[in-house]
């Protein structure tokens, strides 16, 4: 699993426990599934269809430098499946895990639109 983004946690972040409050988590992941959807699909309109279970591990403090690793694990006709792992970056605890992030391809109408992708691909290996 590739680890492409950090964020320090800040004390607009945090909850009344002063640990990372989890829907402030849950936004950044939904948005780096999103820009990774993007990426892999080639098409800026998708959507979250579903999010599997989530299983918080730890709690981030204030000052923790977070990152927020996805990788694709299906590729259906319309949408693509993602997976989730959130770990500390200097200490390497785990944070978070969600097996299933489904992100759904549409179309300009706003439509499930079949994507045809069936594998990870490379931005470096789409470039000529």
Same mark, same amino acid.
């Given at each position: 699993?590739?680890?492409?983004?950090?964020?320090?946690?800040?004390?607009?972040?945090?909850?009344?426990?002063? &640990? *990372?409050?989890?829907?402030?988590?849950?936004?950044?992941?939904?948005?780096?599934?999103?820009?990774?959807?993007?990426?892999?699909?080639?098409?800026?309109?998708?959507?979250?269809?579903?999010?599997?279970?989530?299983?918080?591990?730890?709690?981030?403090?204030?000052?923790?430098?977070?990152?927020?690793?996805?990788?694709?694990?299906?590729?259906?006709? &319309?949408?693509?499946? *993602?997976?989730?792992?959130?770990?500390?970056?200097? &200490?390497?605890?785990?944070? *978070?895990?969600?097996?299933?992030?489904?992100?759904?391809?549409?179309?300009?109408? !706003?439509?499930?639109?079949?994507? !045809?992708? &069936?594998?990870?691909?490379?931005?470096?290996?789409? *470039?000529?």
């Amino acid at each position: 699993m590739n680890f492409h983004t950090r964020k320090w946690v800040k004390p607009e972040d945090l909850n009344p426990n002063g &640990t *990372l409050f989890g829907g402030s988590l849950l936004a950044w992941i939904d948005e780096e599934a999103a820009l990774y959807t993007v990426v892999q699909l080639e098409n800026k309109h998708i959507v979250t269809k579903f999010i599997s279970e989530i299983n918080f591990i730890s709690a981030p403090h204030q000052g923790d430098i977070i990152e927020i690793g996805i990788e694709a694990v299906e590729f259906g006709r &319309t949408s693509i499946t *993602l997976r989730c792992e959130v770990r500390n970056k200097i &200490t390497r605890e785990d944070i *978070l895990s969600i097996e299933k992030i489904t992100m759904v391809n549409l179309g300009e109408d !706003g439509k499930p639109k079949p994507h !045809g992708k &069936t594998q990870i691909e490379y931005v470096k290996d789409r *470039l000529p």
